[in-house]
Every structure is written in structure tokens, then in C-alpha cells.
């Protein structure tokens, strides 16, 4: 028993340890990650250091001390990039999403570089990101959902078929667009 207690200690150390070699040569790595991330071991430690187990984020969001669910997802997606964990979403509130602590050095390393070659790549946004984003800049949701549905249609493509790269500078320039109407109209 005793023994078992120190190997789990030990997979939190070495765990822990790890993040702080990422944080060192990722400046993307912020305090919010970190808290994120020594939360995640907590619940891992909590869930008797099972290879994979669920989370929620309401309780993930007050162990890791982040108020503001933007910064939740942000963090979350990059701590998965970053090859510390793998976070499998689930969209059942009450069933919660998976998680599984990375414990393998090679693992991280490939999935870590095989990101960075994909870096570029766009991901489509869920809905709650652009509503949040536009309720966060004074727009309604009823704004949010006519840009996202527009952009759904476009198949998230900017002019001329041109992949989008960024929707948030997409949504920048709806959010202007709709401002100086608003101006040219008053």
C-alpha cells in the first residue's frame, strides 16, 4: 500500500516536473495553464491515477481558479496540443468529458511535433466561443448567430473560397462592419 502511494506520488512529481520543462520553452504557457494543469493532477490523483478519467468543467474551473469559460477552453485545447494530456470533449453535461494525463515522454514529443507541422491549421469555433466573444465586445447573441451562420455556410471560407485562418479577426471585421452601419444609419 505504501509502495503504491509513493509510485503515484512519484508519476505526480515526474508529471508536474514535465509542465514546468514545457512552460520553459512554450511561451503560449500561461499561469492559467499551470493551475489548469496541477488541478487536472489532482483529479487524476482523486480518480486513484486511472489511465483515462472524467471531468467537469465547472469543477475543473473553480479548482484551477478560471472564471471565464473562453479561458477554460483555451487552456484545455492547449494543454492537449502541447501533448500533456489528451482531452476527449463530451457535448452530455452530465456525463463529462475524458481525460487522460500523459505520462509518456516519447508520446508527448510526437504528438507535440506532429501539431506544430499542423500548426496552421484552422479550427472551426463552437458557437458559445462567438457568442461569448461578441457579448464580451457589447453584441447581442442574435449578432453572434447571424455571424456564425453566415460563416457556417461559407464553409468558414473568407472571399474567393480562401480558407479562414483566424475567426476571431473574422469576427473583427463583422463587429466594425455592423458598428459603422449602426453609425451611417443614426
Known amino acids: ?21 514545457n512552460v520553459v520553452w512554450d511561451e503560449t504557457m500561461l499561469p492559467s495553464h499551470i493551475s489548469m494543469y496541477v ?6 490523483s482523486t480518480n486513484q491515477f486511472r489511465k483515462s478519467f472524467r471531468i467537469h468543467r ?7 481558479r478560471i472564471r471565464s469559460l473562453a479561458t477554460y477552453h483555451r487552456c ?4 492537449d496540443t502541447a501533448g500533456l494530456i489528451d482531452y476527449a470533449p463530451s457535448y452530455e453535461p452530465y456525463k463529462g468529458s475524458l481525460v487522460e494525463i500523459i505520462e509518456d515522454r516519447e508520446r508527448s514529443l510526437r504528438k507535440t511535433n506532429t501539431i506544430a507541422q499542423n500548426e496552421q491549421k484552422f479550427v472551426i469555433p ?15 447573441s442574435s449578432e453572434a448567430k447571424k455571424f456564425f451562420n453566415y ?21 473583427r471585421n463583422w463587429i466594425s462592419k455592423q458598428r459603422k452601419q449602426v453609425l451611417t444609419h443614426q
Open 39 to 44: 488541478s487536472l493532477l489532482q483529479l487524476w
Open 58 to 64: 465547472d469543477e475543473v474551473m473553480k479548482l484551477s
Open 126 to 140: 463552437d458557437f458559445f466561443e462567438v457568442e461569448l466573444y461578441f457579448t464580451e465586445r457589447d453584441l447581442s
Open 151 to 171: 460563416y457556417e455556410l461559407q464553409n468558414w471560407n473568407v472571399h474567393r473560397n480562401k480558407p479562414m485562418s483566424s475567426w476571431q479577426a473574422a469576427a
Open 1 to 21: 500500500m505504501i509502495a503504491n502511494r509513493n509510485s503515484s506520488r512519484m508519476k505526480q512529481s515526474k508529471n508536474i516536473i514535465r509542465l514546468f520543462e
Open 76 to 79: 484545455i485545447r492547449q494543454l
